[in-house]
Every structure is written in C-alpha cells, then in structure tokens.
C-alpha cells in the first residue's frame, strides 16, 4: 500500500508544482525515499517465496511497480483519487468511511447522481 501512496504522493507533488510526471522519475530502488520501503521488503520477502529463479525477481518487481503508474495515469482514475481525497478532507472530523460511501465517491455519486458530486467549499 505505501508503495500506491508513494506513488500518488509524488505525481500530487508534480501536478502542484508544473512538473511532468512519468514512470521515469521514479525508480523502484527509489521508494524507500517515499516511504515505501516497508512494502519493498514485504515484495522481495513473496518473490523470494513465490519465485524460485532470483533472475526473475526484478523483472517482477518491475511489473508490479509499473501498475500503480498505469493506473494513475489514467485520467478518469486521477479524477476519482482527487474526488475522494476531497471526501476525507471534508469530513475529517469522521473516524471512519465505510466502504459504501468510498466507493459511492469514486463512482462520482456522494450525492445519488453519479456526475453531481464536487467538493463543498
């Protein structure tokens, strides 16, 4: 998970700041400068188990860190990571978020109309 956040950190960093953003900023060996570091160790701890051929790990390790860059990339999916981060930010005084309301966010629907919801300000 820190390794999805990791992710969604740095390409927030580079919107604010009119940066260009791409899978190339970003190498896996570099999250531990994110905070991905734990989730690193956890990764190479199930290649290890799962993968026998040590050669074969990196390449693994490649493919799994190039998802979260595909699926941020996508601008409908960027669109509903800024719609929930809204969400949280608006009721922060709440403990928890069911996973109904989240997903109702993601969709677009906090409101019961699917393109209705923006942020209250």
Known sequence: MET???????RYVALRDNEC????LITVHA????GGQSDLDKVNDYLAH???DSNLHE??????????FQFIESPHHW????RLAAYLLDNSTKTTVSSEEAM????G???GDRNSWTRQT
């Open 59 to 68: 390449a693994k390790l490649t493919e799994l860190f190039n998802k979260p």
């Open 21 to 24: 953003f791409t899978k190339n």
């Open 109 to 111: 629907d906090a409101n």
């Open 79 to 82: 669109k509903a990571i800024e």
């Open 50 to 52: 799962l993968i026998s």
């Open 4 to 10: 999805f956040q990791s992710r969604l950190t740095a």
């Open 104 to 107: 109702a966010v993601l969709d």
């Open 31 to 34: 999250l531990h400068y994110y």
